[in-house]
Structure formats: C-alpha cells, structure tokens
C-alpha cells in the first residue's frame, strides 16, 4: 500500500511540472540559439508563402518523425546535425533563397545561421516554425523523404 502511495506521489509531481521544464534547452543552445537570432531573418507564414511561390526551396530541419509526421508540401529533409557537414553537397547553389523550419524555430534558426556562415546569402527562418505553419491552417504534407537531403518520393 505505501509503495503504491508513493508511485501516486510522484506521478502526480511530474504532472505538475510544467511541460517547458521537459524540453528545457542547454545553455549551449540558448547561446547558438541567441547568436543565430541577430543574423537570420524570420519571416512570418504570410511571407513564407510568398518565398514559396517565388520559388523557394524549403528546408526543414526537424527530425525524421518528425518530418513524416507532417511537413510543409515540398519541404527538404535536412536536419540539423547535418546541414553543416552536407548542405553544400546537398544544395550547390547559394543563391537561391533558401526557407528554413523546424517545430518552434530554435533549430530552424540555427540551421539559417549555419547556411549563411556557409556563405548562403538568401536564408530565412518561419518564425514560430511547423506549429505555426499548422496553426494558421496552411496545408501539409505526410510521408518519408528519399533521404536526408531530398524531399519525398514523387
């Protein structure tokens, strides 16, 4: 019986953290995260789409469930860990624009700043990435990429 008490007590205070406490970012991400910012321009999902239909191409930066959970229609997996390693073999041409994303935009933002220090010089975050992509009801895609660096199978 006190262990079962036990197992409630604690249940109940990890349901009472708060959820931001889970995903609590490094002090290292909050640094890259915040360098990032004062170099990469975001753009809202209205601009978003502008860039898209001017051509675009979109990046998205989230991990592979992630990505075939849900994903902006066209977007490239491209994600995070190997963007600095691969973008240039993955995307030769640096003078096309460039829309990156991820969730919320920490990673998204990085991703942009790792393409500019690349010597990309058209690169742009969605502010507030995917959530509100989705959230303003804009259309989406499922489905597995080809592989890192490429979009979904045609």
């Known amino acids: 019986m ?3 008490l036990v197992l409630f007590a604690l249940i109940g205070f990890i349901a ?3 959820i931001k406490y ?3 970012l490094t002090p290292l991400a909050e640094k890259k995260i915040k360098e990032a910012k004062t170099c990469v321009h975001n753009v809202s999902v209205q601009e978003a789409k502008e860039l898209i239909k001017n051509g675009a191409i979109v990046l998205d930066a989230r991990e592979y469930p992630e990505y075939t959970a849900g994903h902006i ?3 490239i ?3 995070r860990g190997l963007i600095d390693f691969q973008g240039p073999a993955w995307f030769p041409d640096k ?3 460039y829309l990156v994303y991820c969730k919320t935009g920490g990673r998204g933002v990085i991703v942009a700043y790792e393409l500019k220090e690349l010597g990309y010089d058209n690169v742009v975050n969605l502010d507030g990435g995917f959530n509100t992509w989705e959230k303003a009801g804009e259309p989406i895609e499922k489905g597995a990429p080809e592989g890192p660096g490429k979009g979904m199978k045609k």
Do not use: C, E, F, I
Request: charged letters at 15%; aromatic letters at 12%.
């Open 2 to 4: 006190k262990r079962l």
């Open 22 to 24: 889970a995903y609590s």
């Open 95 to 97: 003078n096309k624009t």
């Open 16 to 18: 009472s953290v708060p």
């Open 77 to 79: 997996w491209a994600p």
């Open 73 to 75: 229609p066209g977007a």
